[in-house]
């Protein structure tokens, strides 16, 4: 019953499909690229942060990755443009721009 | 050896309950399926069995909690009537398409409106396209002994899917008869251990139950759905044999009263089979040549075996206790119709509705539906369909 989920695609039959569409293992919304669906891109500007770090945990996706206390760039496979981390930084150092770039 | 008793149908199905000892029931009140949370706690209170019950604030959350605990891994149920299903019905149908094999008890009672707190089966028909399978009883003895099977038939990993056992309001679930109870131990032996393959709760095994699907997934997914509730057929069957060699008592998907013979069959569900096999004994002292076809298992519809069933009769009564609201007759109506014409099986069929709210249905109804059947066939007379049973 335990199937890897990876050998799944849209084009497996229904009786290869895993019960009831049960996943079989932790973490696998990372695979499904939800930054298809953004209709606005922040564009971020390195040299105005500060590394107040106000941003990264108001994202609702988890889109903003952080390293040794320091945020990077944006995860674009996963942020939906939603705009959070641009108001809420002090420093103008996310742009919202139109459109998903 | 059997234990004899006398009890009323939630007595009946909560003592039941007890013998099976789920892991975890959240339940909310309501008329008349009450005493089955209340009975059980009564049960908890007093040290006899060590479900975990959860007060809940509503219906919506007793089936969302039923449906959590059992993905958890815990063997899960929940009891209810009327606006208490209608209140679950987004989480009735993600309990089968999630493939979670929980039990709900369900004592029929009508919807509202107007409101009334009396017998119907509008509660059980209006969850017909869920994809619960749904078995009902005509009498205690087999809500007790339905609510025994519900689990292994369930829990077959041919099925995965929820199961819903009926009872009539009230007429079922508040009369005393006599019933023949099981040792605890033969029926925790049938039940047996709840044992999932896969559950939340599994350290190092992490699943995702319900997962957000999109359209290249869902249909497919509503397909296996559909292929389990297929399957379960042969399950309930085969379910229902061992349940006759341990019980003694015999089940299939509907029981065949005195129609081997019949030019007249009278297709019923619930409480009321008991009043049409009375009408039955007491026509053929007569000669009249009747019978009753008993629906026990509506979900899967048994389409083709009740095809083959009727076959040979004259006409058939089909009675619905409950109404449809399409203009063309209650749901039994509808189904019954449709089986016959996709089997070629071309006898007279007249739809009637009974029962709705608690309204009588007697004996006395019983035989002027045959008689009405007689002087169709006969007299060649005009038969209204989907006609009112002791409408003023």
């Keep these: 019953m335990r199937t890897d989920i990876t050998k799944i695609n849209e084009k497996t039959p229904h009786d290869r499909l895993t019960e009831g569409l049960m996943v079989f293992n932790g973490g696998t919304s990372k695979l499904f690229k939800t930054g298809e669906w953004r209709t606005n891109t922040p564009v971020f500007h390195a040299d105005l942060c500060k590394q107040c770090l106000l941003c990264a945990p108001v994202c609702p996706d988890g889109s903003i990755p952080v390293k040794d206390s320091k945020r990077l760039e944006f995860d674009m496979d996963h942020c939906k443009g939603c705009g959070i981390c641009a108001n809420v930084c002090p420093f103008g150092a996310i742009e919202m721009k139109e459109g998903n770039i | 050896?059997?234990?004899?008793?006398?009890?009323?149908?939630?007595?009946?199905?909560?003592?039941?309950?007890?013998?099976?000892?789920?892991?975890?029931?959240?339940?909310?009140?309501?008329?008349?399926?009450?005493?089955?949370?209340?009975?059980?706690?009564?049960?908890?209170?007093?040290?006899?069995?060590?479900?975990?019950?959860?007060?809940?604030?509503?219906?919506?959350?007793?089936?969302?909690?039923?449906?959590?605990?059992?993905?958890?891994?815990?063997?899960?149920?929940?009891?209810?009537?009327?606006?208490?299903?209608?209140?679950?019905?987004?989480?009735?149908?993600?309990?089968a398409s999630n493939r979670?094999?929980?039990?709900?008890?369900?004592?029929?009672?009508?919807?509202?409106?107007?409101?009334?707190?009396?017998?119907?089966?509008?509660?059980?028909?209006?969850?017909?396209?869920?994809?619960?399978?749904?078995?009902?009883?005509?009498?205690?003895?087999?809500?007790?002994?339905?609510?025994?099977?519900?689990?292994?038939?369930?829990?077959?990993?041919?099925?995965?899917?929820?199961?819903?056992?009926?009872?009539?309001?009230?007429?079922?679930?508040?009369?005393?008869?006599?019933?023949?109870?099981?040792?605890?131990?033969?029926?925790?032996?049938?039940?047996?251990?709840?044992?999932?393959?896969?559950?939340?709760?599994?350290?190092?095994?992490?699943?995702?139950?319900?997962?957000?699907?999109?359209?290249?997934?869902?249909?497919?997914?509503?397909?296996n759905q559909e292929i389990a509730m297929e399957n379960s057929k042969e399950v309930i069957l085969e379910i229902a044999k061992k349940f006759k060699d341990m019980a003694g008592r015999e089940y299939g998907l509907f029981e065949e009263y005195k129609t081997q013979d019949a030019d007249y069959i009278m297709l019923i569900m619930g409480s009321a089979a008991g009043t049409a096999k009375q009408?039955?004994?007491?026509?053929?002292?007569?000669?009249?040549?009747?019978?009753?076809?008993?629906?026990?298992?509506?979900?899967?519809?048994?389409?083709?075996?009740?095809?083959?069933?009727?076959?040979?009769?004259?006409?058939?009564?089909?009675?619905?206790?409950?109404?449809?609201y399409n203009g063309n007759g209650g749901p039994l109506g509808s189904e019954v119709t449709a089986g016959l014409f996709y089997h070629k099986v071309n006898i007279e069929a007249v739809n009637y509705i009974y029962g709705l709210a608690g309204r009588d249905f007697t004996i006395s109804d019983v035989n002027s539906v045959f008689a009405e059947l007689e002087d169709m066939v006969v007299n060649g007379k005009e038969v209204e369909q989907h006609k009112y049973i002791r409408l003023r």
């Design chain 2, 279 to 324: 009408a039955v004994d007491e026509l053929r002292e007569q000669g009249k040549k009747v019978g009753v076809l008993k629906l026990r298992v509506f979900r899967p519809f048994p389409a083709k075996e009740i095809a083959e069933a009727l076959k040979n009769c004259k006409a058939a009564a089909i009675m619905d206790r409950c109404e449809s």
């Design chain 2, 1 to 95: 050896m059997a234990i004899k008793e006398r009890m009323s149908g939630n007595e009946a199905v909560s003592y039941a309950i007890r013998q099976v000892n789920p892991d975890v029931m959240p339940a909310f009140p309501i008329t008349p399926s009450t005493e089955i949370p209340q009975m059980v706690s009564t049960y908890i209170a007093n040290g006899e069995m060590d479900t975990e019950f959860i007060p809940v604030e509503s219906e919506h959350s007793s089936m969302s909690a039923a449906i959590g605990a059992e993905a958890a891994g815990a063997r899960s149920l929940t009891a209810t009537s009327s606006a208490g299903l209608a209140l679950m019905w987004e989480e009735l149908l993600l309990a």
């Design chain 2, 100 to 223: 979670l094999p929980l039990v709900l008890t369900l004592v029929n009672r009508t919807l509202s409106g107007p409101i009334n707190i009396n017998c119907d089966h509008s509660d059980g028909m209006g969850a017909r396209d869920t994809g619960w399978i749904q078995i009902y009883a005509e009498n205690n003895q087999e809500a007790y002994d339905n609510f025994i099977q519900a689990y292994p038939i369930a829990e077959d990993t041919r099925v995965h899917l929820p199961v819903m056992i009926c009872q009539d309001g009230f007429i079922t679930s508040h009369a005393v008869e006599n019933i023949e109870l099981l040792e605890d131990d033969k029926v925790k032996n049938f039940v047996g251990e709840y044992e999932p393959e896969e559950f939340l709760l599994n350290p190092g095994k992490p699943i995702a139950v319900g997962p957000y699907s999109v359209s290249n997934y869902a249909m497919e997914a509503k397909k």
